[in-house]
């Protein structure tokens, strides 16, 4: 609905979109390799009409990660890696947090029972 939700190298953003619709769109593209498969992402929800733009973002009405603040708040684009924006705050903040969260060292052998 006339909106850019996602900025990006052109591989980057068809090889790992991070915006909900962008994972859509892309979802729906055929594969040429009639072997590969690709997971097909279907949206539900009510779709969006150019006569009757929803308030805030445009996807909400059909994005599986929609909050209440996605209703109100239009977003605008945020760069989330060099290189990278998406319009969306639920996924920017979620890559934030991962980025925040060292990972867990793994597990440590038990030591040999005597």
């Not at 109100?72 to 996924?91: K, M, T």
């Amino acid at each position: 609905l006339g909106r850019i939700v996602e900025l990006a190298a052109a591989d980057e953003v068809y090889h790992r979109p991070l915006h909900p619709y962008t994972k859509a769109l892309i979802s729906a593209v055929p594969v040429p390799d009639p072997t590969a498969q690709r997971e097909r992402i279907l949206l539900e929800g009510d779709l969006p009409s150019p006569l009757r733009v929803p308030s805030g973002c445009r996807f909400h009405t059909r994005c599986p990660l929609a909050e209440a603040s996605c209703r109100e708040n239009d977003p605008v684009l945020e760069e989330v890696a060099p290189g990278h924006q998406i319009a969306c705050p639920v996924v920017a903040r979620g890559l934030r947090e991962r980025a925040a969260d060292p990972p867990s060292p793994p597990p440590t052998a038990a030591p040999p029972a005597e």
